[in-house]
């Protein structure tokens, strides 16, 4: 069972930046891929970003193609989403998970565990 603890979310104005963290414990953390979801309010929750065991693969949601980064630090049991232009319809739950595999993917299908989550709000 691996454990996934989210920090850095917050309120920030259009146009900033956010760095979200995610730690991981209680499995090997190089050995699978990571994903980023998030969820708007009254919204079902949707794929953001992944990255592979190894960080040489990533995939985007065309939505933030281009504004936000994801990379790991497998040295840390970390995943990060670097967030930069930030729009008022970012402002969401954002949600880490652990994919079943060391490939990135897209699917919330493809993710066993779940983090608590961490409110990103962006002000117009």
């Known amino acids: 069972q691996v454990q996934l603890v989210e920090t850095g979310g917050g309120l920030v104005q259009a146009g900033g930046s956010l760095r979200l963290s995610c730690a991981a414990s209680?499995?090997?953390?190089?050995?699978?891929?990571m994903g980023w979801f998030r969820q708007a309010p009254g919204k079902g929750r949707e794929f953001v970003a992944s990255?592979?065991?190894?960080?040489?693969?990533?995939a985007y949601a065309d939505s933030v193609k281009g504004r936000f980064t994801i990379s790991r630090d497998n040295a840390k049991n970390t995943v990060y989403l670097q967030m930069n232009s930030l729009k008022p319809e970012d402002t969401a739950v954002y949600y880490c998970?652990?994919?079943?595999?060391?490939?990135?993917?897209?699917?919330?299908?493809?993710?066993?565990?779940w983090g608590q989550g961490t409110q990103v709000t962006v002000s117009a």
């Open positions: 998970a652990t994919g079943y595999g060391n490939k990135q993917r897209i699917d919330e299908s493809a993710f066993g565990s």
């Open positions: 209680g499995r090997t953390f190089s050995s699978y891929a």
């Open positions: 990255i592979s065991s190894s960080g040489g693969t990533t």
